[in-house]
């Protein structure tokens, strides 16, 4: 148990500074729209909450890719998989819960909360949220199977009756 909550934090740690590099630095670095997550999270605290405290807005969006973005690959997408596709191989797993993390994060959070335009406009931030967002699943996912962390879901039990 120790080691696994050490590599979903290092997980969590390795793919949000992906995260945060990729679409904080590289993508404007090549012209390409700069990513604002800590912006995104302040919008939808404020929404919700209808304040937004300094600093709240980074720790939401530190604990969601330290902890919570990983968890969801480890205890959901990934045990589903396994159970209903077992042979699809783990980074084909990531990806696609890197696209459902962009439609949560662009569509969820900011449209049905914050409010904002759905995929906010499909502008050039909303591609490079893309990349991002598989970007980071897939590295996240790397971490957790390179270190044979994974989780299965509970195996239904046929009872015999009679």
């Known amino acids: 148990m120790k080691n696994t909550i050490f590599t979903i934090a290092a997980a969590g740690a390795f793919a949000t500074i992906a995260f945060d590099v990729f679409g904080q630095a590289l ?3 090549f012209g390409y729209a700069k990513l604002a997550p800590v912006g995104l999270a302040g919008a939808t605290l404020k929404s919700t909450f209808g304040v937004n405290p300094p600093g709240a807005a980074y720790l939401l ?3 969601t890719g330290l902890i919570f973005y990983v968890v969801g690959y480890f205890a959901v997408a990934r045990p589903i998989q396994r159970t209903v596709l077992p042979q699809l191989h783990w980074s084909i797993t990531a990806a696609l819960y ?4 962009w439609v949560f994060a662009l569509y969820g959070m900011a449209h049905l909360v914050a409010g904002m335009k ?3 406009g499909f502008t050039g ?3 490079v949220a ?8 897939l590295l996240a996912a790397a971490v957790l199977e390179s270190r ?5 879901l509970p195996q239904r039990r046929e009872v015999a009756i009679g």
């Open 27 to 29: 993508s404007p670095m």
């Open 61 to 63: 969006h530190s604990m």
């Open 98 to 101: 890197g696209v459902a993390l």
């Open 118 to 120: 759905p995929f906010l």
């Open 125 to 127: 931030i909303t591609w």
């Open 130 to 137: 893309l990349w991002g967002h598989v970007l980071y699943a």
């Open 148 to 152: 044979g962390v994974v989780m299965e």
